[in-house]
């Protein structure tokens, strides 16, 4: 291609030649010192096209050779796994074979320490050596034979947390409120079941590795311990704890109050509530009233006059008022008089009857309510979900109870002003008989 190129520039330059009245021999040597040219470039690159062509072929040659010694040690290689397996596969067996029942011991060695760093988790001895279950993941997660040092490790966990267990321990550390705020608090360890501090009882949080205060505390009367042992000294002092590390607890806490109850209930429990308020109130009142006539009629006994401020006192002022000296019509004249004081004597008697016959029904009305929604319930939700059906099943049973609470005290009530009444009522006959026989002697 260089050489059509360069005579096509020779062509030109002869055109150019011919145009400038130039000599043809100045052209044809031209031609020539440019072909002796191109053939120097042509030589060149030759010589260098065979040199290359050499050093390609000495690189093919070193190659193969590395390629050669590559593969002899490829295969010197293999040979030496093959040797060193099977000499694996004999340390394997003869370790087997000498290790015998150590490696089922050391298999129950790795699951008790799995057993007690689940332990670790949720122990209240944490609170105070937190990180203690991460010196026992090595010993865990590998699968060779453990060493003595890890051995000892969890000889001395287990017994670290056996010793804590049997120990009451005051230190001060940083508690978490109910609401999310930390603070800083002397608190009372009681082995590995309960924590105490500012008056309430603890929980731990393996999340967070803190000592919570409960949500909700228990009744006053476990509240009441928990202040007298904090201010105890080492003398023995009464404490309420869970043995079951808090599974107890968390269950007495949910146990829902009075104030609870009551609101279980519902609105019919509200009603039985108030009727049995108003009916106690009033049933104390007549009491009251009852034992002040009691007091006023005794006194009355005792006297030789007539009093109008007790029923015995207007019985005996109406028959000192009368001067027929006829038996038959002094009785009907006692009688007048006594039948105006029973109903006063009797009143209210009637209406803590019919309160305590209508707390029960007002229950029953309570517990068909409760059942109705409950069945409601189960319509739309069916029966997968205990909890959906315990609101209706609470209002059944809580409200018969209300009914029955304050239907058995109202009796006792009624059994006792009528009784009381009776005595007074008793006293008004007793003592218009002996003034008819007094009169019937005169």
């Given at each position: 291609?260089?050489?059509?190129?360069?005579f096509?520039?020779?062509?030109?330059?002869?055109?150019?030649a011919?145009?400038?009245?130039n000599d043809?021999?100045?052209?044809?040597?031209?031609?020539k010192?440019?072909?002796?040219?191109?053939?120097?470039i042509?030589?060149?690159?030759?010589?260098?096209?065979?040199?290359?062509?050499?050093?390609?072929?000495q690189?093919?040659?070193?190659?193969?050779?590395?390629?050669?010694?590559?593969?002899?040690?490829?295969?010197?290689?293999?040979?030496q796994?093959?040797s060193?397996?099977?000499?694996?596969?004999?340390?394997?067996?003869?370790?087997?074979?000498?290790s015998g029942e150590?490696?089922?011991l050391?298999?129950?060695?790795?699951?008790?320490?799995?057993?007690?760093?689940?332990?670790?988790?949720?122990?209240?001895?944490?609170?105070?050596?937190?990180g203690?279950?991460e010196?026992?993941?090595?010993?865990?997660?590998?699968?060779?034979?453990?060493?003595?040092?890890?051995?000892e490790?969890?000889?001395l966990?287990?017994?670290?947390?056996?010793?804590?267990?049997?120990?009451?321990?005051?230190?001060?550390?940083?508690?978490?409120?109910?609401s999310?705020?930390?603070?800083?608090a002397?608190?009372?360890?009681?082995?590995?079941?309960?924590?105490?501090?500012?008056?309430?009882?603890?929980?731990?949080?393996?999340e967070?590795?803190?000592?919570?205060?409960?949500?909700?505390?228990?009744?006053d009367?476990?509240?009441?311990?928990?202040d007298?042992?904090?201010?105890?000294?080492?003398?023995?002092?009464?404490?309420g704890?869970d043995?079951t590390?808090?599974?107890?607890?968390?269950?007495?806490?949910?146990?829902?109050?009075?104030q609870?109850?009551?609101?279980?209930?519902?609105?019919?429990?509200y009603?039985?509530l108030?009727?049995g308020a108003?009916?106690?109130?009033y049933?104390?009142l007549?009491?009251?009233?009852?034992?002040?006539?009691?007091?006023?009629?005794q006194?009355?006994?005792?006297?030789?006059?007539a009093?109008?401020?007790?029923?015995?006192?207007?019985?005996?002022?109406?028959?000192?008022?009368?001067?027929i000296?006829?038996t038959?019509?002094?009785?009907?004249?006692l009688?007048?008089?006594?039948?105006?004081?029973?109903?006063?004597?009797?009143?209210?008697?009637?209406?803590?009857?019919?309160?305590?016959?209508?707390?029960?029904l007002?229950?029953?009305?309570?517990t068909?309510t409760?059942?109705?929604?409950?069945?409601?319930?189960?319509?739309?939700?069916?029966?997968?979900?205990?909890?959906?059906?315990?609101?209706?099943?609470s209002?059944?049973?809580?409200?018969?109870?209300?009914g029955?609470?304050?239907?058995?005290?109202?009796?006792?009530?009624?059994?006792?002003?009528?009784?009381?009444s009776?005595?007074?009522?008793?006293?008004l006959?007793?003592?218009?008989?002996g003034?008819?026989?007094?009169?019937?002697?005169?």
């Open positions: 291609m260089k050489i059509v190129i360069s096509l520039l020779a062509i030109l330059t002869c055109n150019s011919w145009s400038g009245s043809l021999d100045k052209l044809l040597l031209d031609v010192q440019r072909q002796i040219l191109e053939r120097k042509n030589r060149s690159r030759e010589a260098k096209f065979l040199t290359e062509k050499q050093n390609q072929q690189l093919l040659q070193a190659a193969n050779a590395e390629l050669h010694k590559q593969k002899k040690l490829s295969a010197q290689l293999k040979t796994l093959e060193n397996e099977e000499l694996l596969a004999k340390f394997a067996a003869q370790l087997k074979s000498r150590l490696g089922e050391f298999g129950v060695a790795r699951q008790a320490a799995g057993d007690l760093k689940a332990d670790l988790l949720h122990s209240m001895v944490s609170a105070q050596y937190p203690r279950g010196a026992l993941d090595s010993l865990i997660e590998s699968k060779a034979l453990p060493t003595i040092d890890r051995l490790n969890l000889w966990t287990l017994q670290h947390e056996m010793t804590e267990s049997g120990k009451v321990v005051r230190f001060k550390q940083q508690i978490q409120s109910a999310g705020n930390r603070q800083e002397e608190i009372i360890r009681i082995g590995a079941f309960n924590a105490i501090a500012n008056g309430g009882y603890l929980r731990y949080s393996p967070t590795k803190v000592l919570t205060s409960l949500a909700r505390q228990p009744e009367r476990y509240l009441d311990l928990i007298d042992f904090s201010h105890a000294d080492s003398s023995p002092a009464p404490l704890i043995p590390r808090g599974v107890m607890l968390s269950m007495l806490i949910q146990t829902p109050n009075t609870e109850r009551i609101q279980q209930g519902g609105v019919v429990g009603i039985i108030m009727l108003l009916g106690f109130i049933a104390i007549r009491l009251f009233i009852l034992a002040n006539i009691s007091k006023k009629m006194q009355q006994m005792d006297s030789e006059t009093s109008a401020d007790n029923p015995l006192g207007r019985v005996l002022y109406a028959t000192e008022q009368s001067s000296e006829d038959a019509t002094l009785e009907l004249i009688d007048e008089a006594i039948t105006r004081e029973v109903p006063k004597l009797e009143k209210g008697i009637s209406m803590i009857k019919l309160f305590a016959a209508v707390a029960p007002l229950g029953l009305l309570g068909v409760g059942m109705i929604a409950t069945f409601q319930s189960i319509s739309l939700f069916g029966t997968g979900d205990p909890k959906l059906m315990a609101d209706g099943i209002q059944a049973l809580v409200t018969t109870m209300l029955l609470c304050v239907a058995i005290p109202l009796l006792f009530l009624h059994n006792l002003l009528s009784s009381r009776k005595e007074l009522v008793q006293i006959d007793e003592q218009s008989a003034i008819m026989s007094r009169r019937a002697g005169k």
